[in-house]
């Protein structure tokens, strides 16, 4: 609530949730709030909010911290959902949120902490809604988010043992969903694993 109200207000808050599961607590504010602002105000009013949504760790999570909501806010209109599946993205998908003009939710796997990728250290922006061909292939198309982007590479070098050649696609976010490049990907290796 704090965090809605300073950003119609004009700040830019940045909200941390250790995990994502008790976002459910917070389902009014985030919904019937934050992501209706613009439409309740006739588009007078923004809610640049951003919401780090922390999933994941592995085994030994009880049920109520091992949940993956991104297909639930991914359908809730004027939120945006992003998955980074790299620091770089990490990074980059967090500045673009930060600067736009809504509310958006950064589901960031705790897995991916312990990897390592490169990151300028000058400031950078990946687009919101634009995903990336993260391995070129020619036989099938895996499309993964977040910590299965990770796997999904694992399984191509597997399948490539086979003489079988994937494509890996990470859309980096569920909303908006890019599309275009899933299809594009889709049209070429006529074959898809989501």
């Known amino acids: ?28 504010q985030i919904v019937n ?3 209706k602002w613009k439409f309740m105000s006739g588009g007078k009013l923004n809610c640049p909010l951003v919401i780090r949504a922390i999933v994941g760790r592995g085994w030994g999570q009880a049920a109520q ?12 209109p004027g939120l945006k959902i992003a998955l980074p599946a790299s620091a770089y993205d990490a990074k980059g998908l967090l500045l673009a ?3 736009d003009a809504g509310p958006v939710i950064l589901i960031e796997y705790r ?5 390592t990728t490169h990151v300028p250290y000058d ?14 292939g020619r036989d099938v198309t895996i499309v993964a988010f977040s910590y299965m982007v990770k796997e ?25 969903l890019d599309m ?15």
């Open 97 to 99: 949120a930060i600067n």
């Open 180 to 194: 275009d490049t899933i299809l594009t990907s889709i049209r070429k290796t006529r074959r898809v694993i989501v």
């Open 1 to 28: 609530g704090i965090g809605i109200g300073s950003a119609i207000m004009g700040k830019r808050p940045v909200i941390v949730h250790a995990r994502n599961d008790f976002l459910l607590l917070a389902m009014d």
């Open 123 to 136: 400031p950078y922006t990946v687009p919101l809604g634009r995903g990336q061909v993260v391995r070129s």
């Open 152 to 176: 999904a590479l694992a399984a191509a070098k597997v399948l490539e043992e086979e003489g079988i050649d994937v494509e890996v696609v990470d859309p980096r976010s569920t909303s908006p």
């Open 65 to 76: 911290h091992s949940q993956s909501l991104q297909a639930l806010f991914s359908h809730i």
């Open 111 to 115: 897995l991916l902490y312990e990897t």
């Open 33 to 35: 709030h934050a992501a």
